[in-house]
């Protein structure tokens, strides 16, 4: 039976690493590292490089981790985590076709991907097709974001419907989260995402952005469908604030949706939960799957 189990990240703003309530992401940071957009709310900047992270990552084989570029000026950043510990992180934040294989000859598990896919706000299969390409066709080595926000008008079962965010989750695109067809994108408006897309990539990555870095609690309706929807794996973030959450995910998903936590970790300011509780965790989890 598949246990949820806790992923890591490290999330890199204007070139440090930082917990951003994602949110407030309005706006191009200004490129200096001491300053930040007036609308911006940050829950903590940390002192240590991501290489800092990265290395305690390693130490603790807390694999699949992933580290995302919020904005410009955070590559030198990325490649730190990268060089402290190769092999050990998905990388996401600016990817598209031009610099997937680059980012995973530097280092990267796994390229992450999302508003490249979406030019103008509507996916384009093609790009999708492309960035696959540049990795020479394997799809283990793709994550496809679906990060999200909730919107209105939905139908059925609680009336929950979400749409794929991009742009730092600001800007909307024409593509839900949905249970999809396993079609290749039927000509329905808006497309369709998991089972159209879970041929092209090996796991999902979903930040539910209304709630992230909030520290409020996670979106349950979201967790229990992509426990339903998804067949390959697929982490979710935004809300978590304990380890009472990775259970809660464990149960609501069936063990099908790993969880990230951010702002609550203690590493990162945080009062929730201890990465040495999360590490804890996942021991206990795999002993369990072992059994």
Same mark, same amino acid.
């Given at each position: 039976?598949?246990?949820?189990?806790?992923?890591?990240?490290?999330?890199?703003?204007?070139?440090?690493?930082?917990?951003?309530?994602?949110?407030?992401?309005?706006?191009?940071?200004?490129?200096?590292?001491?300053?930040?957009?007036?609308?911006?709310?940050?829950?903590?900047?940390?002192?240590?490089?991501?290489?800092?992270?990265?290395?305690?990552?390693?130490?603790?084989?807390?694999?699949?981790?992933?580290?995302?570029? !919020?904005?410009?000026?955070?590559?030198?950043?990325?490649?730190?985590?990268?060089?402290?510990?190769?092999?050990?992180?998905?990388?996401?934040?600016?990817?598209?076709?031009?610099?997937?294989?680059?980012?995973?000859?530097?280092?990267?598990?796994?390229?992450?991907?999302?508003?490249?896919?979406?030019?103008?706000?509507?996916?384009?299969?093609?790009?999708?097709?492309?960035?696959?390409?540049?990795?020479?066709?394997?799809?283990?080595?793709?994550?496809?974001?679906?990060?999200?926000?909730?919107?209105?008008?939905?139908?059925?079962?609680?009336?929950?419907?979400?749409?794929?965010?991009?742009?730092?989750?600001?800007?909307?695109?024409?593509?839900?989260?949905?249970?999809?067809?396993?079609?290749?994108?039927?000509?329905?408006?808006?497309?369709?995402?998991?089972?159209?897309?879970?041929?092209?990539?090996?796991?999902?990555?979903?930040?539910?952005?209304?709630?992230?870095?909030?520290?409020?609690?996670?979106?349950?309706?979201?967790?229990?469908?992509?426990?339903?929807?998804?067949?390959?794996?697929?982490?979710?973030?935004?809300?978590?604030?304990?380890?009472?959450?990775?259970?809660?995910?464990?149960? !609501?998903?069936?063990?099908?949706?790993?969880?990230?936590?951010?702002?609550?970790?203690?590493?990162?300011?945080?009062?929730?939960?201890?990465?040495?509780?999360?590490?804890?965790?996942?021991?206990?989890?795999?002993?369990?799957?072992?059994?």
């Amino acid at each position: 039976m598949p246990r949820c189990t806790f992923r890591p990240c490290i999330d890199l703003h204007a070139g440090q690493v930082k917990q951003i309530v994602g949110g407030t992401l309005h706006t191009t940071p200004s490129p200096s590292a001491s300053t930040s957009t007036p609308s911006l709310q940050t829950n903590h900047i940390s002192p240590h490089p991501p290489s800092y992270f990265a290395s305690l990552y390693r130490a603790h084989h807390l694999r699949g981790g992933h580290v995302i570029m !919020l904005g410009p000026g955070n590559e030198a950043a990325a490649a730190d985590a990268l060089q402290a510990w190769p092999g050990g992180f998905h990388v996401g934040g600016g990817i598209g076709a031009a610099n997937a294989g680059a980012w995973i000859a530097r280092g990267a598990e796994k390229v992450i991907v999302t508003s490249y896919l979406f030019p103008e706000g509507r996916f384009a299969l093609e790009r999708l097709r492309d960035v696959l390409a540049a990795l020479g066709g394997q799809r283990a080595k793709l994550v496809v974001d679906l990060s999200c926000r909730r919107v209105e008008g939905g139908e059925g079962d609680g009336g929950a419907r979400w749409a794929v965010a991009m742009d730092k989750w600001q800007r909307l695109t024409d593509m839900e989260v949905d249970a999809g067809s396993g079609s290749p994108f039927p000509s329905s408006s808006p497309p369709q995402s998991i089972a159209a897309l879970e041929p092209y990539c090996s796991e999902f990555l979903v930040h539910a952005a209304d709630v992230e870095g909030l520290q409020g609690g996670i979106d349950q309706e979201l967790v229990a469908r992509l426990g339903e929807w998804c067949s390959i794996p697929v982490t979710y973030a935004g809300g978590g604030r304990s380890v009472a959450d990775l259970a809660l995910v464990d149960r !609501l998903a069936g063990g099908r949706v790993d969880l990230t936590i951010g702002s609550a970790l203690d590493i990162f300011g945080g009062e929730g939960v201890t990465l040495e509780e999360c590490v804890e965790w996942n021991a206990r989890r795999a002993g369990e799957a072992a059994s």
